[in-house]
């Protein structure tokens, strides 16, 4: 388990983190969300010791990181730093031979990573011939080829269109399954929604909500239901404790201020005709980004 713990720090006397604090468990994908400028990018350079923190640690299952353990983890910089004249399969050898690597080892894991990430038919061709949807992929095969003990990624889905999303996604989800904690940073909440089992939102430099993505949805539930009946659902306009926010004949969306309502709203509708839909609904990603950024 990755825990960063207390992360505090400035730029000059400006305070971009404060007080950052969060673990990423292995064999999860952790997301990490916020707006621009918020901290993410600083707080990744700092789990991977690129930058020092004011105050806070970093630790790896209780001990504090060390240089090893640090060359050991998969990291993908914001900044992409690929050798441009260098060939994709070439590089990725060479990368894994830098981690000690046998020659074989790293030629068989580059060719993996390229299959997996539908790379294959681009081995040969130097990296700044490919196109940038592209040259991301041969990035996020950099971060993985010497099978990283932890992988952190900033942006790895920026500027990649959906099918090389979900050769991505297939990808982390594979590598996080062997137990590998994974943190990745996302402005595309859609895509977090879809691939992370715990979420980091960050904002101003301060952790604003962090869990799981179903602990998240449910703390963040406002008794929002939705009923689908064949009769007319007129009546809950003037139930007590019912807010509508969407009605249309025999459908409605609506809050309700307690369980007990929720059940005498059935209830009633149960009387009035069969009842295909009456189900909790949860906020999206998005929805709560928006509450606990505001
Ligand atoms: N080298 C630096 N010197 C001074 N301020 C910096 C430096 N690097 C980052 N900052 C500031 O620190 C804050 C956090 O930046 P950071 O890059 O960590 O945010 P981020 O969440 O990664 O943003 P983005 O999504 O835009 O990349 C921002 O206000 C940024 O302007």
Not at 138 to 144: E, K, P, S, V
Not at 198 to 218: M, T, W
Not at 223 to 247: H, I, K, M
Not at 268 to 273: F, L, M, T, V
Request: hydrophobic content about 40%; charged content about 20%.
């Amino acid at each position: 388990m990755l825990e960063i713990s207390g992360i505090t720090m400035s730029y000059g006397t400006r305070r971009v983190l404060n007080d950052v604090s969060f673990t990423v468990a292995p064999g999860r994908l952790t997301g990490f969300v916020g707006g621009n400028g918020a901290g993410k990018t600083t707080t990744m350079r700092i789990i991977l010791g690129l930058l020092t923190s004011d105050s806070g640690s970093v630790t790896f299952d209780g001990s504090p990181l060390t240089a090893a353990d640090r060359r050991a983890f998969g990291y993908m910089p914001e900044e992409r730093g690929l050798y441009p004249k260098m060939k994709v399969t070439e590089q990725l050898v060479y990368l894994a031979r830098l981690h000690g690597f046998s020659q074989a080892h790293a030629k068989r894991n580059a060719e993996q990573l390229l299959e997996n990430l539908d790379l294959t038919e681009r081995a040969n061709d130097p990296i700044e011939n490919l196109s940038l949807g592209n040259q991301q992929r041969a990035q996020i095969a950099a971060a993985l080829v010497h099978e990283p003990t932890t992988l952190i990624l900033d942006e790895p889905f920026s500027g990649l269109d959906p099918l090389a999303v979900d050769s991505v996604v297939a990808v982390l989800s594979e590598y996080a399954a062997r137990g590998v904690p994974v943190l990745f940073s996302s402005h595309q909440l859609d895509i977090v929604e879809r691939l992370c089992d715990d979420l980091v939102i960050i904002a101003g430099g301060e952790v604003r909500a962090n869990g799981s993505r179903e602990q998240l949805r449910a703390e963040h539930s406002a008794n929002r239901f939705e009923l689908l009946f064949s009769g007319d659902a007129g009546w809950l306009r003037e139930t007590a404790g019912v807010t509508v926010l969407d009605f249309d004949g025999g459908y409605a969306l609506f809050d309700v201020d307690d369980e007990a309502t929720a059940q005498r709203v059935l209830r009633r509708a149960i009387d009035e005709g069969a009842v295909t839909t009456f189900a909790p609904q949860h906020p999206s990603l998005a929805e709560i980004f928006k509450e606990v950024i505001a």
